[in-house]
């Protein structure tokens, strides 16, 4: 989530000025204005275009419907994105898809702007890249090292094994890092779904990325062992904003230009910061004046003013802020 706008506010200033000389004035800003990223489909999973504020009305933890003051496409902004790839069970033809085609993705869907971090688990996790640019040939070293650290690591047998972290405990342990980057939080998942130990359940991932304002994919199979996990995992994209991509490997290089593509199409939704703010992670619901297949809106993290700030004699008071930002 970024936080762009500037609340300008002026005052006399008591400072030892010249008689003669024309009033000081402090300048003191505020970073007030939410940007929601909120992933928008129609037909065929086609990314909807041409809307206006007017047609997208907003619901912040199921107060009164507003609509947002500004809208634009996400465009070039930042991706920070962070893969995780489980190497668990048998060699998947999927994986295999995804490292020959991972370094014309890289080459042709990234911005020199954007960071990758590379992550693969099996009895443990693994990380060869953090925060990197998208440089193709490093990031291929690394994929390829990541993977066979976590293929090497598997091979050792029940006793390597013995760790009850599992794949829910290390995602959430990805999305944690995530968290002190500026840019768009995204984590990307390749998995067959054994999810079959594990400290963490569900519901904590789901909270975790609406803390750290992550939004979660996932690009698997359709095979019937991802039916249980699929479910947790549908709920926990849904909830951020994202989503699970079925492919197969014939089709793994267009799921992921398409996942990219998802990502700059997302409308970042524009409003003030309401008042009483009272907590920091809220629920957005977002619906829009149209048919639409799909409407996933990230879920939001404010900073909470602290209350030095709120008392001090610059401060605009918060009765003075509209609970709805449609209001004057």
Known sequence: MFLAFLTIITCKARAQSPPDAPPAYTLHVYTDLIELPTLVLGRNDHPVRSLNPKNINIRLDGGSPFHPSGIRLEGDDPILLAILIDTQGKQSPLLTAFQNGFPAWITSSFRPQDRVSLYAMNCALFRTAYDQPPNAALLETALNSVIGSAQSDGKKGDVACQDQSGLRDYLDLIIERSYP????????????????????????????????????????????????????????????????????????????????????????????????????????????????????????????????????????????????????
């Not at 998942?189 to 975790?208: E, H, N, R």
């Not at 939704?269 to 703010?277: D, G, K, R, S, T």
């Not at 809220?282 to 004046?289: M, R």
């Open 181 to 328: 980057m500026p840019g768009r939080r995204v984590v990307l998942i390749l998995s067959d779904g054994m999810d079959d130990k594990g400290l963490l359940v569900w519901t904590d991932l789901i909270s975790d990325a609406a803390l750290y304002s992550v939004t979660t994919f996932g690009i698997n199979v359709p095979d019937a062992q991802l039916f249980p996990w699929g479910g947790s995992f549908n709920d926990l994209s849904q909830r951020s904003g994202g989503l699970n991509m079925t492919t197969t490997p014939e089709r793994v290089s267009h799921t992921l230009a398409q996942f990219i593509d998802f990502l700059r199409q997302r409308y970042i939704l524009q409003f003030p910061m309401p008042a009483p703010i009272n907590n920091n992670v809220h629920e957005a619901l977002v619906t829009i004046d149209r048919s639409t297949k799909l409407i996933r809106p990230s879920q939001i993290t404010v900073p909470i003013t602290h209350p030095s700030t709120q008392a001090g004699p610059v401060n605009v008071p918060v009765e003075d802020r509209p609970a709805n930002p449609n209001q004057p």
